[in-house]
Protein backbone atom coordinates (compact mmCIF):
# COMPACT_ATOMS: atom_id res chain seq x y z
CA UNK A 1 0.00 0.00 0.00
CA UNK A 2 1.13 3.31 -1.14
CA UNK A 3 2.58 5.83 2.18
CA UNK A 4 2.12 9.12 1.60
CA UNK A 5 4.30 12.11 3.05
CA UNK A 6 3.32 15.40 3.95
CA UNK A 7 6.29 17.78 5.02
CA UNK A 8 5.96 21.46 6.77
CA UNK A 9 6.95 23.46 9.94
CA UNK A 10 2.58 23.91 10.09
CA UNK A 11 3.38 26.90 12.08
CA UNK A 12 0.60 26.88 13.00
CA UNK A 13 -1.55 24.16 10.45
CA UNK A 14 -4.50 25.79 9.00
CA UNK A 15 -7.66 24.79 7.06
CA UNK A 16 -5.70 24.91 3.93
CA UNK A 17 -3.23 22.39 4.75
CA UNK A 18 -6.07 19.99 6.40
CA UNK A 19 -8.36 20.23 3.37
CA UNK A 20 -5.44 19.42 1.11
CA UNK A 21 -4.15 16.21 3.47
CA UNK A 22 -7.91 15.11 3.37
CA UNK A 23 -8.42 15.43 -0.22
CA UNK A 24 -5.24 13.86 -1.07
CA UNK A 25 -6.02 11.34 1.18
CA UNK A 26 -9.46 10.47 -0.70
CA UNK A 27 -8.00 10.77 -3.84
CA UNK A 28 -5.11 8.23 -3.37
CA UNK A 29 -7.31 6.32 -1.12
CA UNK A 30 -3.99 6.21 1.07
CA UNK A 31 -2.69 7.42 4.76
CA UNK A 32 -1.06 11.00 5.15
CA UNK A 33 1.51 10.85 7.25
CA UNK A 34 1.92 15.19 8.42
CA UNK A 35 5.91 15.93 9.34
CA UNK A 36 6.55 19.01 11.11
CA UNK A 37 10.09 20.24 10.33
CA UNK A 38 12.03 20.77 13.30
CA UNK A 39 14.86 22.99 11.96
CA UNK A 40 14.14 23.83 8.55
CA UNK A 41 17.90 24.91 6.68
CA UNK A 42 16.36 26.74 3.95
CA UNK A 43 13.93 29.53 5.97
CA UNK A 44 13.26 31.81 8.83
CA UNK A 45 13.28 29.69 12.00
CA UNK A 46 9.49 28.66 12.84
CA UNK A 47 7.55 31.48 14.73
CA UNK A 48 6.03 28.33 17.47
CA UNK A 49 8.36 25.56 19.30
CA UNK A 50 8.87 22.35 18.15
CA UNK A 51 6.19 20.80 20.34
CA UNK A 52 3.73 23.12 20.38
CA UNK A 53 3.30 22.70 16.25
CA UNK A 54 3.44 19.10 17.04
CA UNK A 55 0.72 19.59 19.24
CA UNK A 56 -1.29 22.00 17.09
CA UNK A 57 -0.88 19.23 14.21
CA UNK A 58 -2.45 16.40 16.64
CA UNK A 59 -5.33 18.55 17.45
CA UNK A 60 -6.23 19.17 14.03
CA UNK A 61 -6.20 15.79 12.81
CA UNK A 62 -7.94 14.12 15.28
CA UNK A 63 -10.96 13.43 13.69
CA UNK A 64 -9.39 12.57 10.34
CA UNK A 65 -8.61 9.01 11.08
CA UNK A 66 -6.40 8.84 7.60
CA UNK A 67 -4.05 11.68 9.03
CA UNK A 68 -1.30 10.73 11.14
CA UNK A 69 1.08 13.07 13.29
CA UNK A 70 4.86 11.59 12.09
CA UNK A 71 6.99 12.67 15.12
CA UNK A 72 10.24 11.85 12.88
CA UNK A 73 11.99 15.16 12.59
CA UNK A 74 11.16 17.03 15.31
CA UNK A 75 12.91 13.50 17.49
CA UNK A 76 16.11 13.66 15.35
CA UNK A 77 18.86 16.13 15.96
CA UNK A 78 20.18 18.53 13.70
CA UNK A 79 18.61 20.38 10.45
CA UNK A 80 15.78 18.65 8.81
CA UNK A 81 16.42 17.49 5.11
CA UNK A 82 14.18 15.47 3.67
CA UNK A 83 16.58 13.37 1.84
CA UNK A 84 17.53 11.89 5.04
CA UNK A 85 13.96 11.86 6.39
CA UNK A 86 13.24 9.67 3.22
CA UNK A 87 16.23 7.45 4.05
CA UNK A 88 15.27 7.11 7.59
CA UNK A 89 11.88 5.75 5.70
CA UNK A 90 13.30 3.74 4.00
CA UNK A 91 15.07 2.23 6.54
CA UNK A 92 12.13 1.75 9.06
CA UNK A 93 10.20 0.27 5.80
CA UNK A 94 12.45 -0.93 3.29
CA UNK A 95 13.12 -0.45 -0.01
CA UNK A 96 9.76 -2.03 -1.89
CA UNK A 97 7.55 -0.22 -0.11
CA UNK A 98 5.67 2.06 -2.26
CA UNK A 99 6.78 5.63 -0.48
CA UNK A 100 6.08 9.85 -1.95
CA UNK A 101 5.82 12.90 -1.00
CA UNK A 102 3.34 15.47 -1.29
CA UNK A 103 4.68 18.96 -2.47
CA UNK A 104 2.50 21.87 -3.35
CA UNK A 105 3.62 23.28 -6.87
CA UNK A 106 5.33 26.41 -5.42
CA UNK A 107 7.75 23.98 -3.15
CA UNK A 108 8.06 21.53 -6.43
CA UNK A 109 9.38 24.57 -8.06
CA UNK A 110 12.10 25.34 -5.66
CA UNK A 111 13.44 21.79 -5.62
CA UNK A 112 16.56 22.55 -7.08
CA UNK A 113 17.30 24.32 -3.71
CA UNK A 114 17.33 21.49 -1.88
CA UNK A 115 19.65 19.46 0.03
CA UNK A 116 20.60 16.37 -2.18
CA UNK A 117 17.59 17.10 -4.14
CA UNK A 118 18.41 14.41 -7.10
CA UNK A 119 18.39 11.35 -4.39
CA UNK A 120 14.68 12.23 -3.35
CA UNK A 121 13.86 10.24 -7.02
CA UNK A 122 15.60 7.49 -5.52
CA UNK A 123 13.74 7.24 -2.48
CA UNK A 124 10.33 7.86 -3.15
CA UNK A 125 7.24 9.62 -5.60
CA UNK A 126 6.53 12.94 -5.50
CA UNK A 127 2.82 13.80 -5.52
CA UNK A 128 2.79 17.74 -7.03
CA UNK A 129 -0.15 19.78 -5.84
CA UNK A 130 -0.91 22.38 -8.25
CA UNK A 131 -1.59 25.84 -7.67
CA UNK A 132 -2.18 28.42 -10.71
CA UNK A 133 0.61 31.01 -9.44
CA UNK A 134 2.82 28.29 -10.14
CA UNK A 135 2.60 26.67 -13.77
CA UNK A 136 4.12 23.17 -14.01
CA UNK A 137 4.96 23.48 -17.84
CA UNK A 138 7.14 26.46 -16.58
CA UNK A 139 9.99 24.39 -14.30
CA UNK A 140 13.35 25.50 -13.78
CA UNK A 141 15.10 24.36 -16.86
CA UNK A 142 17.57 21.86 -14.61
CA UNK A 143 14.14 20.13 -12.87
CA UNK A 144 12.35 20.36 -15.84
CA UNK A 145 15.07 17.86 -17.44
CA UNK A 146 15.58 15.79 -14.16
CA UNK A 147 11.38 15.08 -14.68
CA UNK A 148 11.59 13.86 -18.07
CA UNK A 149 10.28 10.61 -18.55
CA UNK A 150 8.92 10.52 -14.98
CA UNK A 151 5.37 11.57 -15.15
CA UNK A 152 2.29 8.99 -14.52
CA UNK A 153 -1.18 9.27 -16.09
CA UNK A 154 -2.57 7.15 -13.27
CA UNK A 155 -2.86 6.55 -9.19
CA UNK A 156 -2.15 2.78 -9.64
CA UNK A 157 1.48 4.05 -11.05
CA UNK A 158 2.73 5.38 -7.61
CA UNK A 159 1.34 1.53 -6.29
CA UNK A 160 3.04 -0.92 -8.37
CA UNK A 161 6.82 0.65 -7.94
CA UNK A 162 8.67 2.42 -5.12
CA UNK A 163 9.99 5.26 -5.99
CA UNK A 164 10.84 7.65 -8.73
CA UNK A 165 7.40 8.67 -10.56
CA UNK A 166 5.81 12.00 -10.39
CA UNK A 167 2.05 12.54 -9.85
CA UNK A 168 0.01 15.48 -10.52
CA UNK A 169 -2.81 15.56 -8.27
CA UNK A 170 -6.25 16.42 -10.46
CA UNK A 171 -7.15 19.01 -8.22
CA UNK A 172 -6.02 22.91 -7.64
CA UNK A 173 -5.00 24.22 -4.38
CA UNK A 174 -5.79 27.67 -4.40
CA UNK A 175 -6.44 28.70 -0.81
CA UNK A 176 -6.28 31.99 0.87
CA UNK A 177 -4.81 30.73 4.42
CA UNK A 178 -1.22 30.67 5.34
CA UNK A 179 0.37 30.50 8.35
CA UNK A 180 2.35 33.25 7.14
CA UNK A 181 -1.06 35.64 7.19
CA UNK A 182 -2.26 33.77 10.34
CA UNK A 183 0.86 34.60 12.52
CA UNK A 184 0.51 38.36 11.08
CA UNK A 185 -3.18 38.23 12.11
CA UNK A 186 -2.61 37.32 15.37
CA UNK A 187 -0.02 39.68 15.72
CA UNK A 188 -1.70 42.30 14.98
CA UNK A 189 -4.77 41.59 16.58
CA UNK A 190 -6.51 41.02 13.88
CA UNK A 191 -9.85 38.32 12.51
CA UNK A 192 -7.88 35.13 12.45
CA UNK A 193 -9.38 32.35 14.00
CA UNK A 194 -11.46 30.93 10.65
CA UNK A 195 -8.47 30.12 9.08
CA UNK A 196 -7.38 27.68 11.08
CA UNK A 197 -9.26 24.29 12.96
CA UNK A 198 -10.78 24.84 16.29
CA UNK A 199 -8.79 23.13 18.28
CA UNK A 200 -6.10 24.87 17.06
CA UNK A 201 -7.14 28.02 17.66
CA UNK A 202 -8.14 27.72 21.46
CA UNK A 203 -4.45 26.41 21.57
CA UNK A 204 -3.24 29.27 20.17
CA UNK A 205 -5.10 31.33 22.58
CA UNK A 206 -4.66 29.10 25.38
CA UNK A 207 -0.64 29.18 24.73
CA UNK A 208 -0.40 33.08 23.79
CA UNK A 209 1.71 31.89 20.42
CA UNK A 210 2.38 34.26 18.29
CA UNK A 211 1.47 37.33 20.06
Do not use: N
Not at 68 to 81: K, V
Not at 152 to 180: D, I, M, N
Amino acid sequence: MLTLIYGGTFDPIHVGHLALASQTARLLATDVHLLPSADPPHREPPGARAEDRAAMVALAIAEQPALHLDRRELDRPGPSYMVDTLISYRDQWGADQPLALLLGADAFAGLPGWSRWRHLFDLAHLVIAPRPAWPLDRLPDVLRDACAGRWLATVEGLQTRPAGGLFRLPLTVEYLESATEVRRRIAEGGDWRALVPIPVADYIDRHRLYR
